[in-house]
């Protein structure tokens, strides 16, 4: 059984309690938010600048959505203004491994700790990334890792849930397997499965796992060749930053899994302007998250607060080609063509 194989690769990696295949990063937020019993009005801090399925998750259980904004440095969750948002019904604090760089888990968890919240990691970018030597995924009660082919390790779609706090980790199984016990029946603990609880369908087939072990057979060689695309880029482009564009900040605490290279431009029209260039020699970098805070969804649900670091990732930030089989040529032809559009500014 290749489900089984991968779960026990991944707990013995890294040391999470217990593992779930699911078939998303999105189900694996949303049993989380089945595993919290959240109550409709019970409040949930989420960044705004994040993929729509880490708040979707806790909206479809009735949460209410307090968006946090950004750090200067990075895109991840501020944990500095993050206990000002903390009120008597918030439940949750999901912060998100932008980049599979880690947030500030110490702040967070110091936070979490006095008011009684859960932590769910949103891990999705984050494999076999680490925050002071810990592994991200490890550091809340629960996290969500996203197997989707846009990851550093994939299965097409796919995902994982890691339970970290043991009191999760029976009810998590029920709830992946359509609210029965058919997994305690499978291990001979019950002599016949039922209906116990909630759940839906939240695993994938055995053959989804098939392919998630064939990549985490290759996790070493993908992640160094990851790495020296980024640190190619990270090399190449360090003299932008004296005209002000950002490149990522790795805080020391934090350590890079080569999931994504990203450029913070100037401004928005300047970002349009390189986007098109690049296009224009058959280059396609892409931008990346719209605010949420002010989405068609949720704006109007939105308590107000501007919240002006997420705005400026939203209009600012570009992601480069990266990807295991970007050649060394093409990655030049990319670094060329950025050199030579700032260049000409
Ligand atoms: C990719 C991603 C998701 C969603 O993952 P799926 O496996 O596609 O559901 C959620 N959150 C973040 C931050 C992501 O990057």
Known sequence: M???????????KFGFHKVLLTTSC????????????LQPGDEVIVPSYTFVSTPNAFVLRGATIVFADSNAENPNLNATTLESLVTPRTRAIVPVHYAGIACDMDAIRAVADRHNLTVVEDAAQAIDSYYKGS??????ELAAFSFHETKNIISGEGGMLAINDARFAQRAEIIREKGTNRSSF?????????????????????????????????????????RTI???????????REQGVGLPNIPDYATNNGHMFYLVCRSLSERTE???????KNINPVFHYLSLHRSPFYSERHDGRSLPWADHYTDCLVRLPLYYELSEAEQQRVIEAINSFYQHR
């Open 2 to 12: 290749f489900t089984k194989k991968c779960h026990q690769f991944f707990e013995q």
């Open 26 to 37: 999105t189900d694996a937020l949303e049993m989380a938010a089945l595993l919290l019993d």
């Open 135 to 140: 592994p991200l995924g490890s550091l809340g």
């Open 186 to 226: 499978f291990r001979g603990e019950v002599d016949k499965y039922g209906w116990v609880d909630v759940g839906s369908s939240f695993l994938p087939s055995d053959i989804i796992a098939a392919f998630l072990w064939a990549q985490i057979e290759q996790l070493d060689t993908i992640q160094e060749r990851r």
């Open 230 to 240: 980024w640190q190619c880029y990270a090399q190449a482009l360090a003299p932008l």
């Open 274 to 280: 390189l986007i098109n260039s690049l296009k224009g």
